[in-house]
């Protein structure tokens, strides 16, 4: 079963305007959708990142893996890092993995639809057949502005979430609508006592919900300990409260709490450091960037040797990427936290037939059906391609964003 033909196809796709530590999302997110074309007509998909750096890695990639088994992952794996080159430090292996992670990720889609069997019985089975994910709360904009005046108009459909009400009020239209069980709230955008109040206020309307806090490193320590001390029991974990591994072991030494990381803990070659100095207690895996499932499930692994739990981070994405998360999050037995995602926020767009992976109950049904369980819509592909290729933009600028309307705004962390 060779790999016939690569197709990598870069979309765009709406984005409401969510805030962060880095400043706005911008109209449109960026992806890639990586088609494996391979004998007897069969197509594996893949989804990765956005941004020119991947894309030209994807393009790179795909020449060198035409004429491989689909089967043989380590020599596809080879064949990419040798035509990708570069250097040997944790970052560089990263950035590779960036690329071979859609790859692999198409590759295990063929496997089974050639095997007529679901990607999480390629990856040792399900360990359950229900996939837990939460509500991944924003502070938002009531709209995105107007490119020329700047103006904010009319409110869309999610409304605006710049206090503790409208945060609450945006938490229970996405518990109504997918009955997540659980909460996180992406901070770092306002002063900490008012994301405090935030958490303390969707505590109150949410007896019981495990709760997590992100401000993406945009706090120094003291801020970290103190919003630490005040919240301490109400969190299920404290999300990247500080920069850097060193920062975070102080966090965690100074308030016992359980940190958890997508951002100082992003390879293999950060493992062994983050256990030595006790920095994260929960990584969030993200095959994206971890080097596709197979090698997310090794670090659920490493994860149970050294006793550190496992969730799972997201970006900005879609539906093929949101079928890969729920195959290897079933087949990790250590991933026990209810996995982030920002599908709600993103999937009118979606590039896959719609029905296969519905949120209900806060969960989604793992696929049974062959590969990853999703079908191209390929109308709609086309459709988001045209959007990027309208589009003038070719990465991703939170911080570029916001300038427009807010010149002050300093991307530099921490911030509070
Ligand atoms: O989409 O704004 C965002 C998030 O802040 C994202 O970029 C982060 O990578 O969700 C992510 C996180 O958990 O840090
Ligand atoms: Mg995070």
């Known amino acids: 079963m060779i790999i016939r033909d690569v197709i990598v196809t870069p979309i765009a796709f709406r984005d409401p305007p969510l805030l962060n530590a880095a400043g706005l999302h911008e109209p449109l997110a960026l992806r890639s959708v990586v088609r494996l074309v391979v004998d007897g007509g069969i197509v594996g998909l893949g989804e990765g990142g956005g941004g020119q750096q991947l894309i030209r890695g994807l393009e790179a990639a795909g020449p060198a893996v035409v004429g491989k088994s689909v089967f043989d992952l380590n020599g596809i794996e080879a064949a990419i890092n040798a035509v990708l080159g570069g250097g040997d430090d944790a970052l560089a292996r990263r950035d590779r993995r960036a690329v071979f992670s859609p790859i692999e990720v198409a590759a295990h889609d063929a496997q089974g639809k050639i095997l007529g069997l679901p990607v999480s019985t390629l990856l040792g089975g399900a360990v359950r057949d229900r996939v837990p994910y939460s509500a991944y709360l924003f502070y938002k904009w009531a709209a995105h502005p107007d490119p020329v005046t700047g103006e904010i108009g009319e409110p869309d459909a999610w409304g605006e979430a710049v206090t503790p009400e409208g945060i609450v009020r945006q938490a229970r239209t996405l518990i109504d609508r997918y009955g997540f069980e659980s909460i996180k709230l992406k901070a770092g955008v306002f002063p900490p006592d008012e994301e405090i109040a935030a958490i303390r206020a969707l505590a109150e309307a949410f007896p019981g919900y495990p709760l997590r806090i992100d401000p993406n490193g945009a706090w120094s320590i003291e801020t970290a300990e103190r919003v630490g001390r005040e919240l301490g029991s109400i969190l299920e974990y404290f999300e990247d409260p500080v920069l850097g591994l060193d920062g975070m072991s102080e966090v965690r030494a100074r308030t016992g709490l359980p940190l958890a990381t997508n951002m100082c803990v992003v390879a293999f070659e950060h493992v062994r450091e983050a256990v ?108 988001q391609h045209r959007v990027y290729l309208d589009s003038a933009q070719r990465d991703r600028d939170d911080a570029g964003y916001i300038r427009r309307f807010q010149p002050a705004f300093d991307p530099q962390l921490p911030r509070f």
């Not at 990584?283 to 050294?306: M, N």
């Not at 990790?332 to 767009?349: F, I, M, Q, V």
């Not at 029905?355 to 049904?365: K, R, S």
């Open 276 to 383: 030595e100095k006790d920095s994260v207690q929960i990584i969030l895996g993200d095959h994206h960037y971890w080097g596709g499932l197979r090698r997310t499930r090794e670090l659920g692994a490493i994860c149970e040797t050294f006793g550190i739990g496992m969730s799972m981070h997201s970006n900005s994405h879609l539906g093929i990427s949101l079928a890969a998360m729920t195959h290897v999050a079933a087949a990790t037995p250590t991933l026990t936290y209810a996995c982030d995602t920002h599908y709600p926020w993103n999937r009118e767009d979606d590039i896959v037939r719609p029905g296969a992976l519905e949120i209900t109950g806060g969960a989604i049904a793992v696929p049974t059906g062959p590969g990853l369980g999703v079908e191209l819509d390929e109308d709609a592909l086309e459709r």
